[in-house]
């Protein structure tokens, strides 16, 4: 046996040895609960209110999913001319409504003109909504009318830009002024964006998990250094897949789940999915289809 085979041997029985070292001294440390996750599971949420059943971040969209007996609401927010925070998904307002340009060209009260409504059509083809004056809501407006429920809220913006700049600070101040700390959950895929916002919330807020620190998650399951991880956050808001990986499993679900974080599933529309990940061991659901969801939850879990 060669002296590079002897010193290759020796390197690796000693990193055998620092690992079961630190698994030993190494304890994951549990994530401290937030008011606002502590529901029973699993949660449903309905995506921009539900928006394959009513047109999207209006208020019939979010009554209608309220009377299904939904947790809450899973929301994007832009900023307005006059720096007011509305729900809204896209940067465009022609994307949903009847105006064009950017959100960020118009003021609340000029947006409140828009017809939200007009884009929406229901499976018949018919436009139900349209002229019925849905009206663009203010993310103020949304947590007054439905205190009771949870409201995740995405920062769509990037850091970089002008309005992304401004969101953190402007959230928190409207969650402060509202006493709204315990019903929310913000999110961003930027891991910058809500970072910079418990600059200002000061852990008061339950936070979500952006692209990077859900990566760092599923690093550290996949190369035994789970035991050395510890949760930059209190939700994780995923996608069954990110990429070629399965964050669907019941090993990344328990993972986290050790840890107080609960993981929220996106974009799940059909029986298939919801049934599998529930049992998975998931969490909460985000969907743009709560009738279908609340149903599959009550005929699986019994709630």
Request: proline letters at 4%.
């Amino acid at each position: 046996m060669g002296r590079k085979t002897n010193v290759a041997l020796t390197v690796g029985a000693a990193s055998v040895a620092a690992w079961a070292a630190s698994k030993v001294v190494v304890k994951p440390v549990p994530r401290e609960g937030k008011k606002a996750l502590a529901f029973e599971k699993p949660v449903i949420l309905a995506h921009r209110g539900g928006l394959l059943e009513a047109p999207e971040n209006t208020l019939a969209a979010f009554s209608k999913s309220a009377e299904l007996g939904v947790h809450g609401y899973a929301v994007d927010i832009r900023l307005t001319k006059d720096e007011e925070i509305i729900v809204f998904h896209d940067e465009f307002a022609d994307r949903t409504t009847d105006f064009s340009g950017r959100i960020a060209d118009y003021t609340l009260s000029e947006l409140k003109m828009a017809d939200a409504g007009y884009r929406f059509e229901d499976t018949e083809g018919n436009y139900p909504y349209r002229g019925m004056n849905e009206e663009i809501l203010s993310l103020r407006e949304l947590i007054q009318k439905f205190p009771h429920m949870l409201i995740a809220i995405n920062l769509k913006d990037s850091p970089d830009t002008y309005e992304g700049s401004l969101m953190p600070s402007k959230l928190w101040r409207l969650l402060e002024e509202l006493g709204a700390e315990d019903c929310v959950a913000v999110t961003s895929p930027y891991d910058e964006q809500t970072d910079r916002f418990n600059l200002y919330a000061q852990n008061k807020v339950a936070t979500g998990a952006g692209d990077n620190e859900v990566k760092k998650a599923y690093a550290s399951l996949t190369s035994m250094l789970g035991h050395l991880y510890s949760p930059g956050a209190d939700l994780f808001r995923v996608p069954e897949k990110l990429g070629v990986f399965s964050l669907g499993t019941e090993n990344f679900i328990n993972f986290l789940a050790q840890m107080n974080v609960p993981v929220y599933f996106e974009d799940v529309n059909d029986k298939d999915t919801f049934i599998k990940l529930l049992h998975a061991g998931a969490a909460g659901f985000i969907t743009d289809r709560p009738t279908v969801a609340m149903e599959i939850v009550q005929e699986n879990t019994g709630q």
